[in-house]
C-alpha cells in the first residue's frame, strides 16, 4: 500500500537560519508529488509540485524540493525562512495508475523564531 | 474571484441529528474531494467524485454520504452524526481528473458533534 511519513510533527527554526522539511514516500508504482502549505485558519495551497523532469522542483515564496527516486524523498528547503512562513506543511502523493486517490501525510508544523 | 467554498464555516450538533456540509466551486472543475483533518492524522480522504453523478469511497467513507448532481456542488452528508467525526472538514477541487492536476482547497469547516 502507499503510504506518506512525515517524521517531523514540529520543526523550530530561527528567523532568516535555512529549514529542511522532510518527505518520505512508499509506493509500487510511480508517483507524483506535491506539498502544500496551511495558514492559520485557512485551507491548504499549493507550494510546489514534481510530475517529471528535472529533479529539483522550484515553488512559492522561495520554497524548493528536490525528488530522491532511489531513497523515495521529496524534501521541502528554504535557504532562509522568515516569520510569516509560520504554517504547517503537508507532502501528498498521487498514483500514476489505478485510484484517483490523494494520500497526505501528518504534516510538519513550522515555528519561524524572532 | 476563483474559490471553493464551504458552508457552514463552524458547526456544532448532537449526536444522531443528520447534517449536511455544503461546498461548491466556480471553476468548472471536474474532480472534487472530501477530507477530514485530525491531529496527528493530517488528512484523510472521505470521498471523491471525478464527475457528475460519479463517485467513490476514499480511505475513511464509513458515517458519510456524497452526491454530485451538479458539477459545481459536492455536498457532504452526515446521516446520524457521532463524536468521533469531530474534525475539520476541507473540500478541494481539481481542474481535471488525472493525478497530476493539484487541488484547490476550501476554507474548512470545523465540526463537533457532541
Known amino acids: 500500500a502507499q503510504s506518506v511519513t512525515q517524521l517531523d510533527s514540529q520543526v523550530p527554526v530561527f528567523e532568516e537560519a535555512p529549514v529542511e522539511l522532510r518527505c518520505n514516500y512508499s509506493s509500487s508504482v510511480s508517483v507524483y508529488l506535491f506539498w502544500y502549505v496551511q495558514y492559520p485558519n485557512q485551507g491548504l495551497q499549493l507550494l510546489l509540485k514534481?510530475?517529471?523532469?528535472?529533479?529539483l522542483v522550484k515553488g512559492i515564496n522561495g520554497f524548493e524540493a528536490e525528488f530522491n527516486k532511489s531513497q523515495t524523498s521529496f524534501h521541502l528547503r528554504k535557504p532562509s525562512v522568515h516569520i510569516s512562513d509560520t504554517a504547517e506543511y503537508f507532502c501528498?502523493?498521487?498514483?500514476?495508475?489505478?485510484?484517483?486517490?490523494?494520500?497526505f501525510g501528518t504534516g510538519t508544523r513550522l515555528k519561524v523564531l524572532a | 474571484e476563483a474559490q471553493v467554498t464551504q458552508n457552514p464555516r463552524y458547526l456544532i450538533t448532537v449526536t444522531g441529528k443528520k447534517l449536511t456540509v455544503t461546498c461548491s466551486q466556480n471553476m468548472n472543475h471536474e474532480y472534487m474531494s472530501w477530507y477530514r483533518q485530525d491531529p496527528g492524522l493530517g488528512l484523510r480522504q472521505i470521498y471523491y467524485?471525478?464527475?457528475?453523478?460519479?463517485?467513490d469511497k476514499g480511505d475513511v467513507p464509513e458515517g458519510y454520504k456524497v452526491s454530485r448532481k451538479e458539477k459545481r456542488n459536492f455536498p457532504l452528508i452526515l446521516e446520524s452524526p457521532s463524536p468521533n467525526q469531530t474534525s475539520l472538514y476541507f473540500c478541494a477541487s481539481s481542474l481535471g481528473t488525472g493525478p497530476t492536476y493539484e487541488q484547490y482547497f476550501g476554507p474548512g469547516t470545523r465540526l463537533t458533534v457532541t
Open positions: 514534481y510530475l517529471s523532469g528535472s529533479t
Open positions: 467524485s471525478m464527475n457528475v453523478e460519479v463517485t
Open positions: 501528498a502523493v498521487s498514483m500514476s495508475s489505478g485510484t484517483y486517490k490523494y494520500i
